[in-house]
């Protein structure tokens, strides 16, 4: 057990080393990278990602994964601005119920058809990726939500709080303890690590693997649901063609640099933090840098590869282990 | 298979059940209840309810013409059956396609004649698929995640390419492949079919085909036959690279042009037709001809919604939907016929 903490801390130091690095790097290059504006917008951008992958970074734990989250943020914003636009005069709680609500729905469907029927979350989850988007379409008669007719109190909780950082950035980063206190002391947050080890141990540990899985699900599309009002709130529209489209990959790039483990068991909330962090800070450098625009997926699938490389790297102890090729 | 018994005591020996062999089934219906009789029969239906809804489908012209939107998909999933009988699966294709019709484009606009653009573009699909390849045979990463993750990279490396921008100016030699006619046949409908009948032969027949399946079915005993299995899953992924790449150029011709986004969200139609036409997602099961079916099956229904006026965007519901059915049905029908 020692042993697995220790590999934690390892990953999450070498996450925070990399994080460094690039600050450092990138402010060489450029001085004016190293400025409170970069750290406001960077925390602006985050908090979109961070929301959404507290949810995607326990699907991965369990070992499954969710490609649908860019489908449900989207049909959660369209849901949450069409409460807006249609009954203004409901306060804006019902809005973030209706998003919220909406998102846990179409999580808890994902996982009761991975569950239910024994199939392989990707999938099933591609396929929700086009079922709910075109759900999206025919319940938002393809019709955007404007600006004028998202709230105003929403749109300045992108902006500012009581404490000067804006409320969306408080609500993440709420979001991320609140993530870590269950998957650390929480029983049921610590099954999904049971599960992700060892599917077949689990159940003879008393583990009821199919309602807990139903769960990390339910709450994934819970949390992408928020992160549906978060975008509402920080672009000020909806679009349903646009709105959320690509997301997960986004959001599955920065699990995976945080050093969830694909294979399952592995992974904190501090090195999903991290990693959320590193990618806002490259979205956020590369204007910066001069870097054109569309480099920026390039450069996403590039560190998904490498972070996968590094997992590999580690788990077989070392580059020797990598090459020797023994075991699977 | 069942090892892990509650008591140990219970598993010794004296104490085994001998269980009665199954009667074997009967010949008709290991014949009859497979995927592809599934397919075969929806296939059927979906013509004949199509048909009755317009007269279009009645007119064999206007399916196989409408079939070119989808057709280069449809050659792509043959190649994608055979990785996902083998175990994998490859999520990048639509990606690589995007890619290599790009660099195709570059190529010409640099001023290369057409056909070496062209075979910049096929090599370029083969280093793709070489470096899926790589990763999922060498360093031994699950293919799930690292064509999730190749796909973003070619997509993006396409996007750095052409920027927003679509590079048009073709020769119009090359552009319009979908209007060449062999008697009432389009060609990429012709490419598909010989396609099928060549990996429907090479899967059922040869060697390597039959090893296919055995290394889907249980890989460590494919390595104990002697089977060579990384050298054969490298080459699924080549051939999977150089086939995106064949498709990506069909695509380039059928527009006139390319976009970094040409074939964007085409892995689940790949995977679509695939599923649907009862390829195991497992590994170790499944056909071509299923895939070829399902490929007519899914331009019944595509062309059936866009006749009834369907938007093309609330389509996206019925592909989700059909996907998920799809695979639901195959694993019952698998679970039914094998223990």
Same mark, same amino acid.
């Given at each position: 057990?020692?042993?697995?903490?220790?590999?934690?801390?390892?990953r999450?130091?070498?996450?925070?080393?990399?994080?460094?690095?690039?600050?450092?790097?990138?402010?060489?290059?450029?001085?004016?990278?190293?400025?409170?504006?970069?750290?406001?917008?960077?925390?602006?951008?985050?908090?979109?990602?961070?929301?959404?992958?507290?949810?995607?970074?326990?699907?991965l734990?369990?070992r499954n994964v969710?490609l649908?989250?860019?489908?449900?943020?989207?049909?959660?914003?369209?849901?949450?601005?069409?409460?807006?636009?249609?009954?203004?005069? $409901?306060?804006? &709680?019902?809005?973030?119920?209706? @998003?919220?609500?909406?998102? %846990?729905?179409? /999580?808890? *469907? !994902?996982?009761?058809?991975?569950?239910?029927?024994?199939?392989p979350s990707i999938?099933?989850?591609?396929?929700?990726?086009?079922?709910?988007?075109?759900?999206?379409?025919?319940?938002?008669?393809?019709?955007?939500?404007?600006?004028?007719?998202?709230?105003?109190?929403?749109?300045?909780?992108?902006?500012?709080?009581?404490?000067?950082?804006?409320?969306?950035?408080?609500?993440?980063?709420?979001?991320?303890?609140?993530?870590?206190?269950?998957?650390?002391?929480?029983?049921?947050?610590?099954?999904?690590?049971?599960?992700g080890?060892?599917?077949?141990?689990?159940?003879?540990?008393?583990?009821?693997?199919?309602?807990?899985?139903?769960?990390?699900?339910? $709450?994934?599309? &819970?949390?992408?649901?928020?992160? @549906?009002?978060?975008?509402? %709130?920080?672009? /000020?529209? *909806? !679009?349903?063609?646009?709105?959320?489209?690509?997301?997960?990959f986004?959001?599955i790039a920065?699990v995976v640099i945080g050093g969830v483990s694909i294979n399952g068991g592995v992974g904190?909330?501090?090195?999903?933090?991290?990693?959320?962090?590193?990618?806002?800070?490259?979205?956020?450098?590369?204007?910066?840098?001069?870097?054109?625009?569309?480099?920026?997926?390039?450069?996403y699938g590039g560190i998904i590869l490498i972070a996968l490389v590094i997992d590999r790297t580690v788990r077989q102890g070392g580059l020797r282990g990598l090459l020797a090729r023994g075991g699977a | 298979?069942?090892?892990?018994?509650?008591?140990?005591?219970?598993?010794?020996?004296?104490?085994?059940?001998?269980?009665?062999?199954?009667?074997?089934?009967?010949?008709?219906?290991?014949?009859?209840?497979?995927?592809?009789?599934?397919?075969?029969?929806?296939?059927?239906?979906?013509?004949?309810?199509?048909?009755?809804?317009?007269?279009?489908?009645?007119?064999?012209?206007?399916?196989?013409?409408?079939?070119?939107?989808?057709?280069?998909?449809?050659?792509?999933?043959?190649?994608?059956?055979?990785v996902i009988?083998s175990g994998e699966i490859d999520l990048s294709p639509?990606a690589q396609?995007?890619?290599?019709?790009?660099?195709?484009?570059?190529?010409?606009?640099?001023?290369?004649?057409?056909?070496?653009?062209?075979?910049?573009?096929?090599?370029?699909?083969?280093v793709m698929g070489a470096f899926n390849g790589f990763l999922v045979t060498v360093l031994r990463l699950p293919s799930i995640i690292v064509t999730i993750g190749t796909l973003i990279l070619y997509?993006?490396?396409?996007?750095?390419?052409?920027?927003?921008?679509?590079?048009?100016?073709?020769?119009?030699?090359?552009?319009?492949?979908?209007?060449?006619?062999?008697?009432?046949?389009?060609?990429?409908?012709?490419?598909?079919?010989?396609?099928?009948?060549?990996?429907?032969?090479?899967?059922?027949?040869?060697?390597?085909?039959?090893?296919?399946?055995?290394i889907?079915?249980?890989e460590?005993?494919?390595i104990?036959?002697?089977?060579?299995v990384r050298r054969i899953k490298m080459g699924l992924f080549i051939?999977s690279g150089?086939?995106?790449?064949?498709?990506?150029?069909?695509?380039?011709?059928?527009?006139?042009?390319?976009?970094?986004?040409?074939?964007?969200?085409?892995?689940?139609?790949?995977?679509?037709?695939?599923?649907?036409?009862?390829?195991?997602?497992?590994g170790?099961?499944?056909?071509?001809?299923?895939?070829?079916?399902?490929?007519?099956?899914?331009?019944?229904?595509?062309?059936?919604?866009?006749?009834?006026?369907?938007?093309?965007?609330?389509?996206?519901?019925?592909?989700?939907?059909?996907?998920?059915?799809?695979?639901?049905?195959?694993?019952?029908?698998?679970?039914?016929?094998?223990?």
């Amino acid at each position: 057990m020692s042993s697995i903490a220790r590999l934690f801390r390892a990953r999450e130091a070498g996450i925070l080393v990399m994080l460094v690095l690039f600050v450092v790097v990138v402010g060489l290059i450029q001085p004016r990278f190293l400025s409170t504006e970069t750290l406001r917008i960077v925390l602006l951008a985050v908090p979109l990602i961070l929301v959404a992958a507290m949810g995607q970074m326990m699907v991965l734990v369990s070992r499954n994964v969710d490609l649908s989250i860019g489908s449900i943020l989207g049909f959660s914003a369209i849901a949450a601005g069409m409460v807006f636009r249609d009954y203004p005069d $409901l306060p804006l &709680a019902v809005g973030f119920a209706v @998003g919220v609500l909406s998102g %846990a729905a179409l /999580g808890f *469907v !994902n996982g009761l058809v991975v569950t239910l029927f024994k199939l392989p979350s990707i999938i099933v989850t591609l396929g929700t990726l086009s079922l709910y988007r075109g759900l999206l379409f025919i319940l938002s008669g393809s019709k955007q939500i404007d600006p004028n007719d998202i709230p105003e109190p929403l749109i300045r909780m992108a902006q500012t709080s009581p404490i000067d950082v804006p409320w969306i950035v408080i609500i993440a980063f709420a979001v991320a303890f609140a993530t870590w206190l269950f998957v650390t002391y929480a029983q049921v947050g610590r099954q999904i690590y049971a599960i992700g080890s060892n599917p077949s141990a689990a159940p003879l540990r008393g583990i009821r693997v199919m309602p807990v899985t139903i769960l990390v699900f339910t $709450l994934s599309g &819970a949390l992408a649901g928020l992160a @549906g009002l978060i975008y509402a %709130a920080r672009f /000020g529209y *909806v !679009n349903p063609g646009i709105t959320g489209v690509g997301f997960e990959f986004t959001v599955i790039a920065a699990v995976v640099i945080g050093g969830v483990s694909i294979n399952g068991g592995v992974g904190s909330v501090l090195g999903t933090v991290l990693g959320v962090l590193l990618l806002g800070s490259v979205q956020v450098a590369l204007p910066i840098l001069g870097v054109s625009g569309f480099w920026q997926n390039a450069i996403y699938g590039g560190i998904i590869l490498i972070a996968l490389v590094i997992d590999r790297t580690v788990r077989q102890g070392g580059l020797r282990g990598l090459l020797a090729r023994g075991g699977a | 298979m069942n090892s892990i018994d509650k008591n140990p005591v219970a598993a010794a020996p004296s104490t085994v059940v001998v269980r009665e062999a199954a009667a074997p089934r009967p010949r008709w219906q290991v014949l009859l209840i497979r995927p592809e009789t599934v397919t075969l029969i929806l296939l059927v239906v979906a013509t004949i309810v199509a048909s009755r809804l317009s007269p279009f489908f009645a007119d064999l012209g206007f399916i196989l013409e409408s079939s070119t939107y989808y057709i280069e998909f449809a050659i792509v999933a043959l190649v994608l059956t055979l990785v996902i009988i083998s175990g994998e699966i490859d999520l990048s294709p639509a990606a690589q396609m995007a890619l290599s019709a790009c660099l195709f484009g570059t190529a010409f606009k640099a001023g290369l004649p057409i056909p070496v653009a062209m075979g910049v573009s096929l090599l370029a699909g083969l280093v793709m698929g070489a470096f899926n390849g790589f990763l999922v045979t060498v360093l031994r990463l699950p293919s799930i995640i690292v064509t999730i993750g190749t796909l973003i990279l070619y997509r993006g490396l396409a996007q750095v390419l052409a920027g927003d921008k679509s590079i048009g100016g073709l020769p119009s030699w090359f552009v319009g492949i979908d209007y060449r006619m062999v008697g009432i046949v389009p060609v990429p409908v012709l490419v598909f079919v010989a396609a099928s009948i060549a990996l429907g032969l090479f899967l059922g027949i040869t060697i390597y085909g039959r090893q296919i399946y055995q290394i889907g079915t249980s890989e460590i005993a494919a390595i104990h036959a002697g089977i060579r299995v990384r050298r054969i899953k490298m080459g699924l992924f080549i051939a999977s690279g150089i086939t995106s790449s064949i498709a990506g150029l069909m695509v380039a011709s059928r527009l006139g042009s390319v976009r970094y986004d040409l074939a964007s969200g085409a892995e689940l139609t790949m995977v679509l037709i695939v599923m649907l036409g009862g390829t195991y997602i497992f590994g170790g099961r499944g056909s071509i001809l299923g895939t070829f079916l399902a490929a007519w099956l899914l331009v019944i229904i595509a062309t059936g919604m866009t006749v009834a006026n369907i938007a093309i965007n609330a389509q996206l519901t019925v592909m989700g939907l059909l996907l998920i059915v799809s695979i639901i049905m195959t694993n019952a029908i698998y679970a039914r016929s094998q223990r």
